[in-house]
Nanobody, 118 residues
Framework: QVQLVESGGGLVQPGGSLRLSCAAS????????MSWYRQAPGKTRELVAA????????NYADSVKGRFTISRDNAKNTVYLQMNNLKPEDTAVYYC???????????WGQGTQVTVSS
C-alpha cells in the first residue's frame, strides 16, 4: 500500500540544523511532485518547499528561503528537507506530500515533530 514515512524530526536549539527524510513506497515515486508542509499549533498547514518530479525545479516559502533546501533521490524513493539556522518559529509538525503530475492524486505522510527551543 501507499506509504510516506517522515523521519529526522526532534528538538534542536535556535541556529541548529536538522535533516528531514520522507521515504515513499507503494507508488511510482518519479511520477510525483513532492513537497513539505508544516503545521504549528493553532495555525493552518502551510507549504514550506516543493520539488518537481525530476528535481529540476524547487520553490520555497519566503520564511525559509536561504535556510531550507529540498532535494530528492528517485533511486531511493526519498525526499529530503535540509533545515539550517532554525528559529523558534519553525517549530511545527512537518509533513511530506506526494502529488501525481497528471491525475493530481495526493498522498500525505503522518508527520514528524520539529521543536526549536533553547
Amino acid at each position: 500500500q501507499v506509504q510516506l514515512v517522515e523521519s529526522g524530526g526532534g528538538l534542536v536549539q535556535p541556529g541548529g540544523s536538522l535533516r528531514l527524510s520522507c521515504a515513499a513506497s507503494g507508488f511510482t515515486f518519479s511520477n510525483y511532485a513532492m513537497s513539505w508542509y508544516r503545521q504549528a499549533p493553532g495555525k493552518t498547514r502551510e507549504l514550506v518547499a516543493a520539488i518537481t518530479r525530476a528535481g529540476g525545479s524547487t520553490n520555497y516559502a519566503d520564511s525559509v528561503k536561504g535556510r531550507f533546501t529540498i532535494s530528492r533521490d528517485n533511486a531511493k524513493n526519498t525526499v529530503y528537507l535540509q533545515m539550517n539556522n532554525l528559529k523558534p518559529e519553525d517549530t511545527a509538525v512537518y509533513y511530506c506530500k506526494a502529488r501525481h503530475i497528471i491525475t493530481k492524486d495526493e498522498y500525505w505522510g503522518q508527520g514528524t515533530q520539529v521543536t526549536v527551543s533553547s
